[in-house]
């Protein structure tokens, strides 16, 4: 089986060792940049299959290594920052990369991400946006456009099966507000969130036993939403 390749760009030398020996030890190859040139340089050399990337880099902002990357690479970017602020993270996210994780974090925080980063990856590159998501109860069919919750339909509006499926189809990974209101409304409607927070109150009555403790849509306060991971 061939390992993945995990690009640590880190300048912290016991954050990136620490990085290093977590992801080594889970059978993944690691290799690791100090900064944002040499994380630039690495990553046309040895097309890694992840990049993990701190944002406070000392040549190179982390935001604008992420827009440099995409303007001619997809590969899965997990942004990992000791910044803690909304905004940080939804320009982060706006820009191209995949996820993000505060520091400080725990292994199996990581780990999850990680494999949750490079399997939408394997995903989008094998087209793979038929078929279905299936986590418990809930089981959204994007062949059929069906929404089924233990087994039953659930009837949504079509704005609110939009809202779901792409939720579903990026498990296990946040969707900024924005990204949702340009998927479902288009690109003219800006800057208002009460119409999505609306309609997410009522997927969440529909799709949850108790909204207040939810099983399958998560609220990243300031950021967007999270899915839960498939099955």
């Not at 060792?17 to 290799?31: K, P």
């Amino acid at each position: 089986m061939n390992k993945y390749y995990v690009l640590v760009v880190e300048d912290e030398k016991n954050i990136r060792s620490f990085m290093q020996t977590i992801l080594t030890s889970n059978g993944y190859a690691v290799l690791t940049a100090r900064n944002g040139e040499e994380a630039l340089m690495m990553l046309s050399s040895h097309c890694p299959d992840l990049v993990l990337l701190d944002l406070g880099l000392p040549d190179l902002d982390g935001q604008v290594f992420i827009q440099r990357v995409r303007q001619w690479n997809q590969v899965p970017i997990l942004v990992v920052s000791a910044r803690t602020h909304e905004r940080d993270k939804v320009t982060a996210l706006d820009l191209g990369a995949d996820d993000y994780i505060t520091k400080p974090f725990g292994t199996s925080e990581l780990l999850a991400r990680v494999r949750a980063a490079l399997r939408h990856a394997a995903q989008r590159s094998a087209g793979q946006r038929d078929g279905s998501y299936v986590c418990g109860g809930l089981t959204v069919d994007w062949e059929k456009r069906r929404v089924l919750l233990d087994g039953k339909d659930v009837h949504l509006t079509q704005n609110e099966y939009k809202i779901v499926a792409l939720l579903a189809q990026h498990a296990g990974k946040v969707v900024t507000y924005d990204q949702l209101i340009r998927h479902v409304w288009g690109p003219n409607v800006v800057g208002d969130n009460r119409i999505l927070r609306v309609n997410m109150a009522n997927i969440r009555r529909k799709l949850e036993h108790n909204p207040a403790e939810p099983q399958y849509l998560f609220t990243e306060i300031g950021v967007g939403y999270r899915m839960a991971e498939g099955d």
